[in-house]
């Protein structure tokens, strides 16, 4: 049994696709994919201890593991700490389960922590630093035997957003134009991630500002294609707001958060400034944003109509 977290979902979900082929050289498992957010968590409870009219292993992916933190999020309306305790105890051998959580957030006080602690092997995935991820970019431009300018490294890492997989995605575009990675190209290639004020799209929801959003979002897709890099900013505000309100909860003054969160001060101002919604709704809006991407990533809708419609229903008319 496995538990993986990380502030990185797409650290998380890569650390998850090397468990899988390693547990599952020989094909002989079926795979099955849960959140703890979306779905009953005894439906889970029962898919482990179910053996399959197949004869067929499983490997069980939990996602959504917020058990092991502190913060309160809205779980599933079946959620139950008791059958989180009977899956940690289970003892179908014929069933590999890894636990995965978005947040580096792993409580030493909770009781169940301890049983986690128990029952899984823990891994932790630290996102690369800013010297590390030069390492991979040259690395990967020395194997497709691109050159490139020194300068040029340090502003492609200094001009993204702080997430893998846009780090990933601009670095994958950079090997398929072939060309010689110079500080033009990257100004170019990143352009896209400063044309827009990601306080004032977040502000849009926390403000119920409708018109703003379809002006932002339309001007957007007029230069971007990639809609989970949109989702990516949109969650990361929502989600450092929630936790700011969280802290606030706590007493704690904005220096004091700030410090904790490793964000800017007058960031923490402004989003207090603008909101107007409760840590319930800020974690509802966030669900959708959570089932908007994984039902776009699992084709089941389509990346330019849907989206809209989604985006649309985390606003108050």
């Known amino acids: 049994m496995f538990f993986v977290y990380s502030n990185d979902n ?75 305790e009977q899956i940690l105890n289970s003892a179908n051998k014929e069933v590999q389960i890894i636990m995965t959580l978005n947040s580096n957030k792993f409580s030493k006080r909770l009781k169940i922590t301890k049983l986690v602690e128990e029952k899984c092997k823990l891994l932790k995935l630290e996102e690369p630093n800013s010297e590390q991820k030069k390492d991979i970019l040259v690395k990967k431009l020395e194997n497709a035997k691109i050159e490139y300018e020194n300068d040029a490294l340090e502003l492609f890492i200094e001009k993204l957003p702080n997430d893998m997989q846009v780090f990933t995605n601009e670095l994958a575009k950079i090997i398929s134009l072939n060309k010689k990675l110079t ?81 800017n001060f007058y960031r923490i101002s402004k989003l207090l400034e603008q909101n107007k919604l409760n840590i319930d709704k800020i974690n509802d809006k966030i669900k959708i944003l959570y089932v908007l991407e994984k039902n776009i990533k699992n084709g089941i809708y389509d990346s330019k109509i849907i989206p809209e419609i989604e985006l649309l229903k985390m606003f108050d008319f």
Do not use: G, P
């Open 183 to 263: 500080c033009q190209l990257v100004e170019e290639i990143t352009m896209k991630y400063h044309n827009f004020d990601t306080f004032q799209i977040a502000n849009c929801f926390l403000s119920n500002d409708v018109k703003m959003f379809l002006k932002q979002w339309l001007s957007y897709l007029e230069i971007n294609n990639d809609i989970f890099s949109f989702l990516i900013l949109l969650a990361n505000n929502l989600i450092t707001l929630r936790n700011i309100l969280i802290y606030k909860e706590k007493n704690m003054n904005n220096s004091k958060i700030a410090s904790i969160l490793s964000i």
């Open 10 to 84: 797409f650290l998380i979900k890569k650390q998850v696709e090397k468990l899988i082929q390693k547990i599952n050289t020989n094909k002989e498992y079926e795979i099955f994919d849960y959140s703890l957010i979306d779905d009953s968590i005894s439906s889970i409870l029962e898919e482990i201890n179910t053996y399959s009219i197949f004869s067929t292993k499983k490997i069980i992916i939990i996602n959504d593991c917020w058990f092991v933190s502190e913060s309160k999020i809205k779980m599933h309306k079946n959620y139950d700490i008791k059958f989180v």
